[in-house]
């Protein structure tokens, strides 16, 4: 079966503690993304990577870091984090970003709390 | 920079009727735009798409046309069910990057 899987599912840590979230898609895409869901916000792009190596910025990268080892894992790290970190966060792939075309499938989402 | 602007909710609505969620663009180039469906508990799915000026995207019953003159890509329905009930995200893709609208959480009474 297709997907993008996420782990933890839930997690509540303390400020400080570091992190990883990990992310695995098995449709041997090239395009992966992680998003934080905050109510009233929407989803706002934490960073993307185009392909292994290759890793960007989103619209919110402070306090995150994100590696691309390997093309079916993208890991969300954590290295201090925040209280104001506290959200639910989405992996997502697609196969490329050809002509911005094609679509991203979601992961179930991680609901991470610090405290 | 690139954002996408969705009507506040919740929208409720009585099963049969007609629905429309706006969503409105900014954006430099081409984007494409999508509609993204969230039931609770779970990632977001596709609803639909399109890739160019005066594109229709349609799938299940639920409709959006890419309007660039007026950047936008509303989303209709002539017939709501229960079952459609979720929250529903207007988003584009532009230079390498995804922007999602606030979310629209929908309810269909019986």
């Known amino acids: 079966e297709a997907q993008v899987t996420q782990n933890p599912r839930y997690l509540i840590t303390v400020t400080g503690k570091k992190l990883t979230v990990t992310c695995s898609q098995n449709?041997?895409?090239?395009?992966m993304s992680w998003y934080r869901q905050d109510p009233g916000l929407g989803l706002r792009q934490i960073y993307y990577?185009?392909?292994?190596?290759?890793?960007d910025k989103g619209d919110v990268p402070e306090g995150y870091k994100v590696s691309r080892k390997e093309k079916r894992n993208f890991p969300l790290i954590l290295e201090s984090p925040s209280p104001n970190q506290t959200s639910l966060y989405f992996c997502?792939?697609?196969?490329?970003?050809?002509?911005?075309?094609?679509?991203?499938?979601f992961g179930p989402g991680t609901r991470l709390t610090v405290t | 920079g690139d954002s996408v602007t969705q009507m506040e909710g919740p929208v409720t609505l009585s099963e049969e009727a007609f629905l429309t969620i706006n969503c409105t663009y900014t954006?430099?180039?081409?984007?494409?735009l999508f509609w993204y469906v969230q039931y609770p508990g779970e990632g977001l799915q596709l609803l639909l798409k399109?890739?160019?000026?005066?594109d229709k995207g349609s799938n299940k019953g639920f409709e959006a046309t890419y309007r660039k003159e007026t950047t936008s890509f509303h989303l209709e329905k002539g017939s709501v069910q229960v079952s459609d009930s979720a929250v529903y995200f207007c988003?584009?893709?532009?230079?390498?990057?995804?922007?999602f609208g606030s979310g629209t959480k929908l309810n269909v009474k019986p």
């Open positions: 399109a890739t160019k000026a005066d």
């Open positions: 988003a584009l893709s532009n230079f390498n990057k995804f922007y």
């Open positions: 449709m041997n895409h090239e395009y």
């Open positions: 954006a430099t180039g081409y984007p494409s």
């Open positions: 990577s185009m392909n292994v190596e290759v890793t």
């Open positions: 997502a792939s697609s196969r490329d970003m050809e002509y911005n075309s094609y679509e991203q499938y």
